[in-house]
């Protein structure tokens, strides 16, 4: 699978507020991209250290390089985006979508956009 970077813009703020009641509610990337929605069920199953298993070496490391990814030192760490949240994906017809997603205070969480990618 080769990738090309489509949309490394970083976009804070998807959504901003308490855990949500249904973890299946639609959570749109933006108005540009009305087709590239998630829920959080989906993409909790999707860790971004899982994409080590998807893509081959090369790819996994421009990925990484390019949207400025450290590698953890620890098997307790993990991976990390804005605001060191943890970092997952999903896909979404051609393009691979990274976000990062967690509680950032007691009960209120946020998900950014971290970059759209391209899939070859």
Do not use: C
């Amino acid at each position: 699978m080769k990738l090309i970077p489509f949309d490394l813009r970083k976009k804070l703020h998807i959504f901003d507020g308490f855990e949500p009641d249904d973890y299946s509610m639609k959570i749109p990337l933006s108005e540009k991209y009305p087709n590239l929605e998630f829920t959080f069920s989906e993409i909790i199953d999707q860790p971004f250290k899982n994409l080590q298993n998807i893509l081959n070496q090369e790819s996994f490391q421009q990925l990484a390089a390019l949207q400025k990814i450290k590698n953890p030192n620890t098997e307790w760490e993990h991976f990390v985006g804005s605001e060191d949240l943890s970092l997952y994906y999903f896909i979404r017809e051609d393009k691979l979508v990274l976000v990062s997603f967690g509680e950032f205070q007691p009960a209120r969480y946020k998900v950014h956009l971290e970059g759209i990618w391209q899939i070859d």
